[in-house]
């Protein structure tokens, strides 16, 4: 069980942040609005949610994923691997030390949270254009020390590990098709991903519920067979900026 998400509220600059695709210009009041709503569905599903202000000088640190990893007994706070998201991790040491004792990613070390997928007490990491061999070692260590388990996964296409698989419970994996044959997937039932609904596989999983992005029907379907409530956002405006529906928390 979740009790907390860590998120921080999207800068007015946003649509500065990186980004690879082009749907549009970021509408930044729309994007509070989806912010708000986001934490709202966060808040009913009996989170606290911690609300850190924006950060005008890192205009994707809303992305709070991607900065540092909570799992239940450590935090690890990363160093990203965009230089221009380097420095996010060091404004939420505070938050996190509070919870949780904390390990740092070493140069020439470079980890995103969202290359990090949690499976109960298994962890894989994306090795991915933002996450290296060295910063997975390090991850890997830490998580050992911990008590967990981990293995990396080679990341082919999308910017991260998760924007192509999620944990969606009953060891079962949501995944975009090219990660279907994949071979340390294999013990999973696997729900797979059209080809144009891809996006989709940036899903949560909390607390019992599916949260999943607004506008993907054949994956509502899919997803439907588990039986678990199923929530949809619109995330249209993070989208534009490359992001999705774990990127804008840090659930521990
Ligand atoms: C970036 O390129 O770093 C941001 N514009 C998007 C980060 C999305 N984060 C995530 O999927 N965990």
Redesign the pocket.
């Known amino acids: 069980m979740f009790t907390h998400a860590l998120t921080r509220l999207p800068g007015e600059n946003f649509a500065e942040?990186?980004?690879?695709v082009n749907l549009g210009q970021p509408d930044y009041t729309l994007i509070q609005q989806q912010h708000r709503n986001y934490r709202q569905v966060l808040l009913s599903l009996g989170l606290d949610v911690l609300v850190l202000p924006a950060e005008p000088s890192y205009t994707?640190a809303y992305?709070v994923?991607?900065p540092a990893i909570l799992t239940p007994k450590i935090a690890v706070l990363t160093r990203?691997g965009?230089p221009s998201?380097r420095g996010e991790e060091l404004s939420l040491q505070p938050f996190i030390a509070y919870y949780r004792p904390v390990f740092h990613i070493q140069p020439p070390g470079t980890l995103?949270?969202?290359d990090v997928l949690q499976v109960e007490n298994h962890f894989f990491i994306g090795l991915s254009e933002?996450t290296n061999h060295d910063g997975a070692a390090q991850l890997a260590s830490f998580l050992v020390g911990a008590g967990h388990t981990s293995e990396t996964v080679p990341v082919a296409a999308g910017?991260?590990l998760?924007?192509s698989v999620s944990y969606v419970g009953d060891n079962t994996l949501l995944l975009a098709p090219d990660m279907a044959e994949y071979p340390g997937f294999a013990s999973f039932k696997h729900l797979i991903l059209d080809k144009d609904e891809q996006y989709a596989a940036?899903t949560l999983f909390i607390n019992g519920c599916l949260i999943m992005p607004m506008g993907f029907p054949q994956t509502h379907i899919r997803l439907s067979t588990l039986g678990r409530k199923i929530i949809e956002l619109d995330v249209s405006e993070a989208r534009k900026?490359?992001?999705?529906l774990?990127?804008m928390s840090l659930r521990f």
């Open positions: 942040g990186l980004t690879t994707d992305f994923e991607d990203p965009a998201r995103d949270g969202g933002r910017l991260h998760k924007s940036n900026m490359d992001g999705g774990s990127c």
